[in-house]
C-alpha cells in the first residue's frame, strides 16, 4: 500500500470533522517546539537529560529568596541560560502558521497551549491560554497580574507590581509552582464548550493537560490527533494525522480554506 494513503484518508476525515465543529480548540504541546529547534524537556536530547533533573522546589526557592533567584537569573550563569538562549532564538514554524490561520478564517476557537515560547502568538495566534505562563511576561505572585518583561529595566531586584507592590517573577510556572488558577479556569472553559479537540504534539500524560481530552471526549467532542508517534490517546481519537505538526497541518489547513474541496484542490472558477 502506498504510505501516504492512510494520511490522506486521515486528512478527509480530521477536515470533515474541523468543517463539522461548531468550536474547535488545540491542545498543543512540546512537539510542535521541537519543530522549531527547541530542544524538549525529557527524552534525547532533553535540557533535563543534558543537564540532569532540576530540583523539584524552584518555586520554593523563589519564595524563600526572590532577590536571589532573580541575581542568578540575570546573570546569565544558571542553568537554563542555553535553553532561554535557544527560546530567544527560534521562530515560529508552518504548523503555528498553520493554526494562527485556521483562527482567521473561523475554524479554530482557542489555543491550549503547554508551550512557553510565545511562538503562537509570533505566528498571528490571539485566542491562547498558557498553563504553563510566557517566558515575555512577568506574573506577580500576590496579585496575579501579568506585565510585559520589556516594560521592566531590572534595576529593581526582585521587580515589584505596579498595582500592589507584590514581588513579580517571570510568568513561566516552576517546578513546585501551582498552575496559575486563572489559566486552570480558562482551560476547563473552552474544555467543555469545544466539540472538535486538536491534540497537536503532545502525548497530554502530564496533569493538568492529561485531562482535558479525557473531559473533552466525555461531553461528545471529537478528538483528532496530530503526532508523528502513537499516544496513549490515538485509540479514543476519531482521525490520527501522524506526522510532524508543521508538515500536516498546513495540508489539513488547505482542505479547510473557502474555495478549496475536500482534497485541498482550489475549486475551478
Ligand atoms: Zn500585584
Not at 60 to 86: H, M, N, V
Not at 92 to 115: C, D, F, K, S, W
Request: with cysteine; proline share 8%.
Amino acid at each position: 500500500m502506498n504510505g501516504e494513503e492512510p494520511l490522506e484518508r486521515a486528512l478527509e476525515q480530521a477536515s470533515q470533522i474541523v468543517a463539522a465543529a461548531d468550536y474547535t480548540v488545540a491542545l498543543v504541546g512540546a512537539g510542535i517546539s521541537v519543530e522549531s529547534g527547541i530542544p524538549p524537556f525529557r527524552g534525547p536530547g532533553g535540557v533535563w537529560t543534558k543537564l540532569g533533573e532540576p530540583a523539584m522546589d524552584g518555586y520554593q526557592r523563589f519564595i524563600a529568596d526572590p532577590t536571589a533567584w532573580w541575581t542568578e537569573r540575570l546573570s546569565g550563569k544558571d542553568e537554563f541560560a542555553e535553553f532561554l538562549k535557544t527560546l530567544d532564538d527560534a521562530k515560529p514554524n508552518a504548523a503555528h502558521y498553520a493554526l494562527a490561520e485556521m483562527e482567521r478564517l473561523g475554524l479554530l476557537h482557542h489555543v491550549i497551549t503547554q508551550n512557553i515560547d510565545n511562538l503562537h502568538q509570533e505566528a498571528g495566534g490571539s485566542e491562547i491560554t498558557e498553563i504553563h505562563g510566557n517566558r515575555l511576561k512577568l506574573r506577580c505572585v500576590a496579585c496575579g497580574a501579568r506585565f510585559p518583561l520589556r516594560e521592566f529595566n531590572m534595576e529593581e531586584i526582585p521587580p515589584r507590581c505596579p498595582d500592589c507592590r507584590g514581588v513579580l517573577k517571570t510568568d513561566t510556572v516552576l517546578f513546585g509552582e501551582p498552575i496559575p488558577q486563572d489559566a486552570l479556569q480558562s482551560c476547563d472553559h473552552h474544555t467543555r464548550r469545544c466539540d472538535c479537540m486538536l491534540l497537536v504534539g503532545t502525548s497530554a500524560t502530564v496533569y493538568p493537560a492529561a485531562e482535558f481530552p479525557i473531559i473533552a471526549a466525555r461531553g461528545g467532542a471529537r478528538l483528532v490527533e496530530v503526532n508523528p508517534h502513537e499516544t496513549p490517546l490515538s485509540e479514543i481519537c476519531r482521525a490520527v494525522l501522524r506526522g510532524p505538526a508543521a508538515e500536516v497541518l498546513p495540508r489539513l489547513v488547505e482542505r479547510l480554506r473557502p474555495g478549496a474541496d475536500a482534497t485541498g484542490r482550489e475549486e475551478k472558477p
